[in-house]
């Protein structure tokens, strides 16, 4: 069973518009969420993170929302650049686990 | 400073054959990890060495797959017999420390394999 859900395949965004990724998960335990980007051909390279004692994080053009009490989070990318055409992965832990629970991924068309 | 480093980058191997993946961590790291991806979906644990020591093997398939890291540097995972169904791309992670959790990894470009 898929602990983290990301339920959109694909968005399309025009550059300089706001760009806003979802991510659900299911497991209560959880307490440390991560959006990775990934270009083809390439690894994940992490973003930006958030802890459950916190509801937002942000790092430049990047936001991420928490909302514990619906299992949910989203990452905002204002504005949108062509660079920042993507597969974005949502990511999940627990403390005292070491292993990452990842989504399926969006992928993310910045339309010039 | 150089990254995670997968060999080889494609392997294309036939059903039964054996392949060996190598990953090479970021110098100085302690946790290592395999991540598979299939067919698209989601990323996949798979295991998690501190130095030489398996951490967590809690998400190979089955006992046709085998990790190992030497010395607590490289590690390789060898699948033997391959099946049509290991065809993805294996990802190696490392990052630095103990921390007790995972949080940023580092990721390798990724072994992709295609098993026929």
């Known amino acids: 069973d898929q602990q983290v859900k990301q339920n959109s395949p694909s968005l399309s965004v025009q550059e300089g518009r706001i760009s806003i990724l979802n991510c659900d998960y299911t497991?209560?335990?959880?307490?440390?969420f991560l959006w990775y980007k990934k270009y083809p051909a390439e690894g994940p390279t992490f973003l930006i993170s958030?802890?459950?004692?916190?509801d937002k994080n942000e790092d430049g053009r990047f936001t991420v929302f928490l909302n514990k009490s619906a299992k949910h989070l989203s990452l905002h990318i204002v504005p949108s650049q062509p660079g920042d055409s993507a597969v974005y992965f949502c990511a999940a832990s627990d403390f005292g686990n070491e292993k990452l629970t990842f989504g399926t991924g969006t992928r993310l068309t910045i339309i010039p | 400073e150089a990254g995670v480093t997968q060999f080889p980058s494609h392997s294309v191997i036939e059903k039964g054959q054996t392949v060996t993946l190598r990953c090479d961590p970021i110098?100085?790291?302690?946790?290592l990890y395999w991540y598979r991806r299939v067919m698209g979906k989601e990323i996949k644990f798979l295991l998690h060495f501190v130095k030489e020591s398996k951490q967590d093997e809690s998400g190979m398939p089955n006992n046709r797959f085998l990790a190992e890291r030497t010395g607590g540097t490289y590690s390789t995972l060898k699948v033997q017999p391959a099946e049509l169904e290991d065809s993805g791309v294996y990802f190696c992670?490392?990052?630095?420390?103990?921390?007790?959790?995972?949080?940023?990894?580092?990721f390798g470009e990724g072994s992709r394999l295609t098993v026929l």
């Open positions: 958030i802890s459950s004692i916190k």
């Open positions: 992670a490392s990052s630095p420390g103990d921390r007790g959790r995972a949080g940023e990894l580092f």
């Open positions: 497991n209560s335990m959880f307490d440390y």
């Open positions: 110098s100085g790291h302690d946790n």
